[in-house]
């Protein structure tokens, strides 16, 4: 009875440690991306 709460709580904590990381990446693509057309524009 136990196996599908212990898959559910791997999935959980799986998500948990997945949606932070996945946020910064996208946070760190963006300014990079920003910052770069920002530098693009400056020099030409």
Do not use: E, K
Not at 7 to 30: E, N, Y
Request: charged residues 10%.
């Amino acid at each position: 009875m136990s196996d599908w709460r212990d898959t559910l709580a791997l999935i959980l904590a799986a998500f948990w440690v997945m949606v932070p990381i996945l946020l910064a990446v996208i946070l760190a693509v963006t300014a990079g991306y920003g910052l770069f057309l920002l530098v693009f524009r400056v020099i030409f």
